[in-house]
């Protein structure tokens, strides 16, 4: 069986955006794996750990140069080999699905692990629209994952709870904070991963285009009301929040 697990970069969600001229401007700012990708780079080397008959785990990004670093990152952690799809367009969930499923049709992958909801895009859409690319099965938001022989079987999270599956690979998986926690790269492994392959890929192969085209961005601000409640008073201060949430915040019916 090979893994292939997607590696998106996003701003650090600490770290303070910039607007340059109707656009995201990330010069300058912090970078890291999508926290939701790192949960599958770490599950991807957790199945080959368990004993799963894991030929190689491959790591996939598609983005500018900066995403590298993201990639020696997944390197260190354990992963094979990484492809890096370097472009400055801002491809969105459908037409990288498209990416992803040509990729993991030619490297023969049975498993792609992708993370549930992209954190730039606040979607959720890039591994079905990956698994209905492939024709594969999609298992979502999984925080229990099992392979054996061909059959994956694990438990997903549902709006009743969670419930348990069993699929036949190839499939599709998504996966979420709770299915583990990633590990950190040790320097001797940092030092490895400098020596793994990383393959750079021209965009143009895959023949996709945006489906999607960011004219604008803005980054949403709010002012403090400063507005003091007195307290001396317990009953007529909670009278005044209550009015304030309903009125003014409108968080409450």
């Given at each position: 069986?090979k893994?292939?697990?997607?590696?998106?970069?996003?701003?650090?969600a600490?770290?303070?955006?910039?607007?340059?001229?109707?656009?995201?401007?990330?010069?300058?700012?912090t970078?890291?794996?999508?926290?939701?990708d790192?949960?599958?780079?770490?599950?991807?080397?957790?199945?080959?750990?368990?004993?799963?008959?894991?030929?190689?785990?491959?790591?996939?990004?598609?983005?500018?140069?900066?995403?590298?670093?993201?990639?020696?990152?997944?390197?260190?952690?354990?992963?094979?080999?990484?492809?890096?799809?370097?472009?400055?367009?801002?491809?969105?969930?459908?037409?990288?699905?498209?990416i992803?499923?040509?990729?993991?049709?030619?490297?023969?992958?049975?498993l792609v692990?992708?993370?549930?909801?992209?954190a730039?895009?606040?979607?959720?859409?890039?591994?079905a629209?990956?698994?209905?690319?492939?024709?594969?099965?999609?298992?979502?938001?999984?925080?229990?994952?099992?392979?054996?022989?061909?059959?994956?079987?694990?438990?997903?999270?549902v709006?009743?709870?969670?419930?348990?599956?069993?699929?036949?690979?190839?499939?599709?998986?998504?996966?979420q904070?709770?299915?583990?926690?990633?590990?950190?790269?040790?320097?001797?492994?940092?030092m490895?991963?400098?020596?793994?392959?990383?393959?750079?890929?021209?965009?143009?192969?895959?023949?996709?285009?945006p489906?999607?085209?960011?004219?604008?961005?803005?980054i949403q601000?709010?002012?403090?009301?400063?507005?003091?409640?007195?307290?001396?008073?317990?009953?007529?201060?909670?009278?005044?929040?209550?009015?304030?949430?309903?009125?003014?915040?409108?968080?409450?019916?």
């Open positions: 069986m893994i292939l697990t997607l590696v998106r970069q996003v701003p650090d600490e770290a303070r955006i910039k607007i340059q001229g109707q656009a995201v401007d990330l010069d300058g700012t970078v890291v794996i999508d926290g939701m790192e949960y599958g780079v770490e599950e991807a080397l957790r199945l080959r750990e368990a004993g799963a008959d894991v030929e190689e785990i491959v790591a996939l990004a598609v983005g500018p140069k900066r995403n590298e670093d993201a990639l020696r990152t997944a390197l260190a952690m354990g992963v094979d080999r990484a492809i890096h799809v370097e472009t400055d367009e801002k491809y969105d969930a459908v037409a990288l699905s498209r992803v499923a040509q990729v993991a049709q030619a490297e023969g992958a049975s692990l992708v993370g549930g909801q992209e730039d895009w606040d979607s959720q859409a890039l591994g629209a990956s698994a209905e690319r492939l024709g594969w099965p999609q298992l979502t938001w999984t925080n229990e994952l099992k392979v054996e022989g061909d059959t994956l079987t694990g438990r997903h999270d709006d009743d709870g969670n419930e348990s599956f069993r699929a036949t690979l190839p499939a599709v998986v998504t996966t904070q709770g299915l583990n926690d990633p590990r950190y790269p040790t320097l001797p492994n940092i490895k991963a400098k020596k793994k392959e990383l393959r750079k890929d021209d965009p143009a192969t895959y023949g996709v285009t489906t999607v085209k960011v004219v604008g961005a803005e601000t709010r002012a403090r009301r400063n507005t003091m409640i007195d307290g001396k008073d317990p009953q007529a201060a909670a009278q005044h929040l209550l009015e304030l949430l309903r009125n003014e915040a409108k968080v409450i019916a």
